[in-house]
């Protein structure tokens, strides 16, 4: 079975600084990779995917996300944090049937 | 593209009444949509993958007799929450699969309905 984790319930940082939101993941066959954002009271917002090919996957508002095999890793990057970056983040991993498994979210905190 | 709604975006509704729950996707077709239950602060937990023109298959532990899901069409899925009870107040939010032309399967990305935050009295 699948499974995604985000070791980090909550990361603070300060506007302008680099931001990084981690995530890992276990999978059997290639992994299917994505990165979702969700604000008060809303639905998720598609960040970005990894599929297959460059390891650096770039998406919408800014965000990467690099995808590490060796490590099982596909953390998510943003160089300059906002503090519009501010919301719920959520790793999340493709199985069998297009089910999503998503890990258990982690809060982001852009303070000005 | 690539937009989905839900309709109600909130519903209030007393103890042993019925809700049904609409999710569109606007702009595209979506033979597969995804329903999903997220309690505060917590992550997306699936409950049900809604099949256009057949059964919907349910997540362990997730009673298919209290929880209907019809997808009518390419475009609509519905969730209807039988003899709601206050245990089943929570934040429901769908999905649905857009799927590239050319790319069946390993390209499908979920998009997500805005959610609808159901509370039972």
């Known amino acids: 079975a699948q499974s995604v984790a985000q070791p980090e319930d909550q990361v603070n940082v300060a506007e302008g600084n680099p931001l990084t939101v981690k995530c890992t993941y276990s999978?059997?066959?290639?992994?299917?990779l994505f990165w979702y954002v969700q604000y008060p009271n809303r639905g998720l917002q598609f960040l970005l995917k990894?599929?297959?090919?460059?390891?650096l996957v770039k998406g919408s508002y800014g965000f990467e996300a690099e995808f590490n095999k060796s490590q099982t890793s596909f953390h998510l990057k943003k160089p300059s944090a906002l503090v519009s970056d501010s919301a719920l983040y959520f790793c999340?991993?493709?199985?069998?049937?297009?089910?999503?498994?998503f890990g258990g979210g982690t809060r982001v905190l852009v303070k000005p | 593209g690539a937009v989905v709604s839900q309709h109600p975006s909130w519903v209030i509704c007393k103890s042993g009444t019925s809700v049904k729950i609409e999710c569109r996707s606007l702009?595209?077709?979506?033979?597969?949509m995804f329903w999903y239950r997220q309690f505060p602060k917590q992550s997306l937990m699936l409950m049900a993958t809604?099949?256009?023109?057949?059964?919907?298959?349910?997540e362990q532990g997730v009673e298919k007799d209290k929880f209907l899901i019809n997808h009518a069409s390419l475009t609509l899925s519905t969730l209807t929450v039988t003899s709601a009870h206050p245990e089943d107040s929570s934040f429901y939010i769908c999905?649905?699969?857009?799927?590239?032309?050319?790319?069946?399967?390993?390209?499908?990305?979920?998009?997500f309905g805005p959610g609808t935050r159901l509370t039972v009295l």
């Open positions: 999978v059997s066959g290639n992994p299917y």
């Open positions: 999340a991993v493709r199985a069998a049937g297009n089910k999503l498994t």
């Open positions: 702009d595209f077709q979506a033979t597969t």
């Open positions: 809604s099949n256009e023109g057949s059964k919907a298959t349910y």
């Open positions: 990894y599929i297959t090919g460059d390891n």
């Open positions: 999905s649905a699969a857009n799927r590239p032309a050319g790319l069946a399967g390993i390209s499908d990305t979920q998009y």
